[in-house]
């Protein structure tokens, strides 16, 4: 499994979440709760860059 696969997999097991009716595949998932999964999983000899607002 790719660390990738791992954090859609981190993801769509957030607790008290629920896909809505009319798309059940999707994800819901704050900002803040998919860069703390990215950030878990990514392998530590990726490089992390930044980007300018």
Do not use: F, K, N
């Not at 499994?1 to 979440?17: A, F, K, S, T």
């Not at 860069?35 to 000899?45: F, S």
Request: aromatic share 2%; net charge negative.
């Amino acid at each position: 499994m790719d660390w990738i696969d791992l954090v859609i997999r981190d993801l769509c097991e957030l607790p008290d979440r629920s896909s809505p009716v009319d798309d059940p595949d999707a994800i819901v998932a704050t900002p803040a709760e998919i860069r703390a999964a990215i950030e878990v999983r990514m392998p530590a000899d990726m490089e992390r860059q930044t980007c300018a607002d």
